[in-house]
């Protein structure tokens, strides 16, 4: 799979997420898992594509869980934090 079918599998895949800071747009490991074919090959594609500078990442709490939402880097940023 090449870059561009990379992006356009995982862009399928992005949807809103709400988290303890606010909605955020990405996908999780799961969604990248099932869209590129196993969890060795999303790995060593996300990693593949984050040294490239196509996706970012950063954590978030989801559902009570701390999680990795990754998205494609020209999509829509995370929502602003706030300092409470």
Not at 19 to 45: E, H, P, R, Y
Not at 53 to 77: C, F, K, M, N
């Amino acid at each position: 799979m090449n870059h561009t079918e990379a992006i356009a599998a995982l862009r399928s895949v992005q949807a809103h997420h709400n988290t303890a800071q606010g909605v955020q747009i990405g996908f999780l490991m799961k969604d990248a898992t099932a869209a590129l074919g196993g969890f060795a090959q999303a790995s060593n594609t996300l990693a593949m594509l984050m040294v490239e500078g196509l996706i970012a990442s950063e954590p978030g709490v989801v559902d009570g869980d701390v999680q990795t939402i990754y998205r494609i880097a020209d999509a829509t940023p995370p929502a602003s934090r706030s300092v409470h």
